[in-house]
């Protein structure tokens, strides 16, 4: 198994984040490649706490153009986390 830190590579502070935080949740930046069952070990261990449900979203990349080329930004994926009740994730600003 990978280690967890190449797992979850950050929390995420967004203003969704900071609204799901008052219902146990937390948006963490995962890898591509991480499934459901790797996200939820990974947190629990860099965290200490207990996670209760993981979800998952991907987003593509968009295509940017620089002067004559195209490219595309990288595609991310990240996961909403819910915690089980008193537990938190501390997040420093």
């Known amino acids: 198994m ?5 797992i979850v590579k950050a929390v995420l502070q967004t203003e969704k ?3 799901l935080a008052k219902h146990d949740q937390y948006l963490v930046s995962v890898a591509l490649d991480a499934n459901k069952v790797e996200i939820r070990k990974a947190v629990e261990q860099l965290f200490n706490t207990k996670v209760l449900k993981v979800n998952t979203q991907i987003g593509h990349g968009k295509w940017r ?9 990288p595609d991310r994926k990240r996961a909403i986390v819910t915690l089980a009740k008193g537990h938190k994730i501390e997040v420093k600003s």
């Open 17 to 19: 984040g900071a609204r």
């Open 2 to 6: 990978r280690p967890a830190t190449e």
């Open 65 to 73: 153009r620089l002067q004559a080329r195209w490219g595309q930004r």
